[in-house]
């Protein structure tokens, strides 16, 4: 069974920092493009970040460029968001995904694997 798990979410001040974590399971992700959305209530789900299978290609939302950084672990099995200088309005449940291409998406249809989300919370 197909399993990303997010973890690392929480209540942070604005102007904090918090990084947050995804665990894939269940079948291997290799060759696989990941990245971080997120929701808003009431609004659609949106992109956030995402990097390639082989890490070379990355893309940020323009909100938040320069303060969060896509990341994956040694054995591209954990894809983590460490997100810096945290405003209000990152406040948003956050998911991770997963598709089949080795490339990259910014559209959240492309992604045919996702965690349940985690809850990030940035107070003023």
């Known amino acids: 069974q197909v399993q990303l798990v997010e973890s690392g979410g929480g209540l942070v001040q604005a102007g904090g920092s918090l990084r947050i974590s995804c665990a894939a399971s269940?079948?291997?992700?290799?060759?696989?493009?990941m990245g971080w959305f997120r929701q808003h209530p009431g609004k659609e789900r949106e992109f956030v970040a995402a990097?390639?299978?082989?890490?070379?290609?990355?893309s940020y939302a323009d909100s938040v460029k320069g303060r969060f950084t896509i990341s994956r672990g040694n054995a591209r099995m954990t894809l983590y968001l460490q997100m810096n200088s945290l405003k209000p309005e990152d406040t948003a449940i956050y998911y991770c995904a997963a598709r089949v291409s080795s490339q990259l998406s910014r559209d959240p249809s492309d992604y045919s694997y996702w965690g349940q989300g985690t809850q990030v919370t940035v107070s003023s």
């Open positions: 269940g079948r291997t992700f290799s060759g696989s493009a």
């Open positions: 990097l390639s299978w082989s890490g070379i290609t990355i």
